[in-house]
C-alpha cells in the first residue's frame, strides 16, 4: 500500500533532493497538501529543503512501539529546516550524543524492527 | 439558554480489569450515575459516549448504540472519538445540547479497555493519536512524544535537565498522595520523588512514573436542564458555567510552539468567557497529566502560570492538596489511571464529587465553589476545558 505524496516526498531523500511545498504565500510544509493551513492558499510549488537542518527538541526512546522494537534505544528528533520541520530517527551517533542545536542532514533509512523505509538523520 | 446541572455522577474502578467488555464497564457507570441522580432511564434523551480506540482492542464498532442498550438506554446514541478528550468532547456536546433547549436529560461519559492487550500493542494503538506518516513512522510513541515537549520546554526556559527531572518527579508523587483515599483510582498508594527519579528510562526525560499507567475504565455523567431539575426536586447543585475546546496542528513539527499548548489556551480563554471568570476565580483544578510535563503544560494553559512558570509548582506545594490551587485531587491520570476514552467524563464526575462535597478529597477545599477541568487529546492537538460551580 502506498501513500501518494509522503512516500515520493520521502525517497526524494535518497538521491539527495529532499523538498517541502510553499505556498504561494511562502509557507512551508510537507505533503500532501491542497490547502494552506496558515493561509487558505491552494497553490503549491516543490521547493529544496536545506541540505542540514538544526534539532529543535530530541529524546532517546527506550520503550518503543513493536515496529520499532528492535531498533531501541533510539533517538528521535524534531529538526528545523528553515521553512519546514522534519521529524527522524537519529543514525551514525551513539544515543544521547545528538543535542538540541545540532545540524543533522536527512537520509532515508530502514527500521531494524521491520525494514520499512524511514526518514533518519545524520549528524554533520 | 438553559442552564446545565450535573445531576449526577457515576465510575467503574479505573484499573487493570482484563476480563470485563467495555459494555459492561460503560454500564456499570452509567447505572452508578442513574442512582447517583435519581432520574430515570426513561428521561435520557441523547447518550453522548467518548471512546478512543474500541474497534482496536474489542473489535467493536457502532459502539454507541450497544453501550446504550447496555445501560438500558433506548436513545439516540452517539460516539465521539477525540483521542485521550473523547469523553471530555462528548460532555461539551451534551452541555451544547442541554443549553440550546434541543434535550432536558443527555448522559455523557466514556469507556476504555485496554488491558485485554499487552503493553507494546497498546504503546502502538495509542500512538494512532499522532501523525501516522509523519511521527509513527519516525519512531515516535506518545511517551516520547511528550519527551520531546519536556526537552523543548527546558530548551526554551533554560531548566537544567537534573532540575526538570526532580521537579517532574514532584507532579507525580503529588498525585499520588492525592490519590491514596481515592476508592476509584488504580494506584492508591504513595511515589517518592526518589522512586520517581529511580525509574526506568521510558523516554528521556521521561521515566516510567512519569507516565499514566494503561487502564481499563468508565465514566458517566447525567446532565439535566436547571428547569428539569427544579421540577423533579434533584438535588444538582454544581452547575456546568462554562465549555470551551481548541486545536491545534496534529504533528508537533508543524506547530508555532513545542514547549506550550495553545489549543489549551484557546480553549480556557473560551470557558472563562463563557463562565464570565478568569483564572483568578478557579479553586480547584483536574488536568490531563498523562505524562508529568503534561500537567505543567496545562496549568500555564489555564492561566495559572506564566510560560515557564508553572514547571516547579508541585514542588513547592503550591498545587498540592493542601496549596493555594491544589491540582488533580483525584490523583490525576497518573494515579487515578488513564481508560483513554473514558478520562474527560471521569474529571467532569470527580470535580463534581470535589465541589458537592462527598469526594476522599473535598475537605481539603472545603470552601470551594469553582473548579476547571482540562482534557487533551494526543499532544494537545485537541484541548477541552469545563469550568463546574456550586449554583446554590
Not at chain 1, 56 to 77: C, G, K, M, N, Q
Not at chain 2, 178 to 200: C, F, G, K, S
Not at chain 2, 374 to 386: E, I, K, M, W
Request: aromatic letters at 6%; glycine letters at 10%.
Amino acid at each position: 500500500m502506498s501513500d501518494a505524496g509522503f512516500d515520493e516526498w520521502l525517497h526524494a531523500f535518497v538521491a539527495d533532493d529532499g523538498y517541502y511545498v510553499e505556498c504561494a504565500n511562502g509557507h512551508g510544509h510537507l505533503p500532501p497538501r491542497r490547502i494552506c493551513p496558515d493561509c487558505g492558499s491552494t497553490a503549491f510549488s516543490e521547493e529544496a529543503l536545506p541540505e542540514s537542518g538544526t534539532v529543535e527538541t530530541i529524546t532517546t526512546v527506550h520503550v518503543a512501539a513493536p515496529s520499532f522494537e528492535s531498533d531501541a534505544p533510539y533517538d528521535t528528533a524534531v529538526v528545523d529546516f528553515g521553512p519546514a520541520r522534519v521529524t527522524g530517527i537519529v543514525v551514525d551517533a551513539p544515543t544521547g550524543a545528538v543535542e538540541i542545536g545540532d545540524e543533522v542532514e536527512p537520509d532515508v533509512g530502514a527500521s531494524e524492527t521491520t525494514g520499512d523505509d524511514v526518514l533518519v538523520l545524520r549528524p554533520v | 439558554m438553559s442552564g446545565v446541572r450535573v445531576a449526577g455522577v457515576g465510575l467503574t474502578h479505573f484499573g487493570s480489569h482484563p476480563e470485563r467488555t467495555g459494555r459492561d464497564l460503560f454500564a456499570e457507570a452509567a447505572l452508578s450515575a442513574k442512582e447517583d441522580a435519581g432520574v430515570p432511564l426513561d428521561d435520557v434523551e441523547q447518550l453522548n459516549v467518548g471512546n478512543f480506540a474500541g474497534p482496536l482492542s474489542e473489535g467493536q464498532g457502532h459502539l454507541a448504540p450497544l453501550l446504550g442498550e447496555a445501560a438500558g438506554l433506548s436513545c439516540p446514541a452517539t460516539r465521539y472519538e477525540e483521542a485521550c478528550a473523547s469523553a471530555g468532547v462528548a460532555v461539551r456536546e451534551a452541555v451544547r445540547t442541554v443549553r440550546s433547549g434541543e434535550a432536558d436529560v443527555v448522559l455523557a461519559g466514556g469507556v476504555e479497555r485496554m488491558t485485554n492487550h499487552d503493553t507494546p500493542e497498546v504503546t502502538e494503538s495509542l500512538a494512532i493519536a499522532a501523525d501516522e506518516l509523519f511521527e509513527v513512522r519516525a519512531g515516535v510513541t506518545f511517551p516520547a512524544a511528550y519527551a520531546l515537549m519536556a526537552e523543548a520546554y527546558a530548551d526554551s526556559f533554560g531548566i537544567d535537565e537534573a532540575d526538570l527531572k526532580t521537579d517532574l518527579a514532584n507532579v507525580a508523587s503529588k498525585n499520588h498522595d492525592n490519590a491514596i483515599p481515592n476508592e476509584y483510582a488504580q494506584y492508591q498508594r504513595e511515589l517518592t520523588v526518589e522512586q520517581a527519579l529511580d525509574a526506568p528510562p521510558v523516554a528521556e526525560p521521561l521515566g516510567l512514573f512519569d507516565c499514566c499507567p494503561i487502564t481499563d475504565g468508565a465514566s458517566a455523567v447525567l446532565l439535566v436542564s436547571e428547569e428539569y431539575a427544579a421540577d423533579h426536586d434533584l438535588d444538582a447543585e454544581v452547575a456546568v458555567v462554562g465549555t470551551g475546546q481548541g486545536a491545534d496542528r496534529m504533528a508537533l513539527q508543524d506547530r508555532e510552539h513545542l514547549a506550550r499548548t495553545p489549543a489549551a489556551d484557546d480553549a480556557a480563554a473560551m470557558a472563562y468567557d463563557d463562565a464570565g471568570i478568569d483564572a483568578d476565580a478557579v479553586d480547584v483544578a483536574e488536568v490531563h497529566d498523562c505524562f508529568t510535563i503534561a500537567e505543567v503544560l496545562a496549568i500555564e494553559s489555564l492561566g495559572f502560570y506564566d510560560p515557564g512558570e508553572g514547571l516547579g509548582a508541585a514542588r513547592r506545594g503550591e498545587t498540592r492538596a493542601d496549596g493555594d490551587l491544589p491540582v488533580n485531587l483525584s490523583g490525576g491520570l497518573k494515579a487515578k489511571g488513564h481508560p483513554v476514552g473514558a478520562t474527560g467524563g471521569s474529571q467532569i464526575a470527580e470535580m463534581a464529587r470535589i465541589l458537592r462535597g462527598d469526594h476522599p478529597n473535598s475537605d481539603k477545599v472545603a470552601d470551594a465553589e469553582v473548579g476547571v477541568t482540562h482534557n487533551a487529546g494526543g499532544t494537545v492537538a485537541s484541548a477541552v476545558v469545563h469550568v463546574l460551580e456550586v449554583a446554590e
